[in-house]
């Protein structure tokens, strides 16, 4: 099972970077001045970074199994209460 949760993972970080790659090949091959491309770089490479580390950690939750608090259950012995 962890497996799959590293696949899935892995799946989404590569989604993200492709489309960080894609986005930049987009700029770069686009007719305009260099200073306009390097002004909307800058702006990216800034807001790029924590919307990756935002999307890891959604993603690395939404891919963790998650507990109904077994750990808690019942097991019919004698307690102090």
């Known amino acids: 099972m962890s497996s799959r949760n590293d696949n899935a993972a892995a799946a989404v970080i590569a989604f993200a970077s492709g489309a960080v790659i894609g986005a930049v090949a987009a700029l770069l091959l686009t007719p305009k001045p260099g200073h306009e491309v390097r ?5 990216l490479t800034e807001s790029a970074a924590e919307k990756m580390k935002r999307y890891a950690r959604e993603a690395k939750f939404r ?6 608090g077994d750990e808690f259950q019942y097991d019919g012995g004698d307690a102090w209460i």
Not at 39 to 43: F, H, I, M, P, T
């Open 39 to 43: 002004e909307k770089l800058s702006g």
């Open 63 to 68: 891919a963790t199994p998650r507990t109904r």
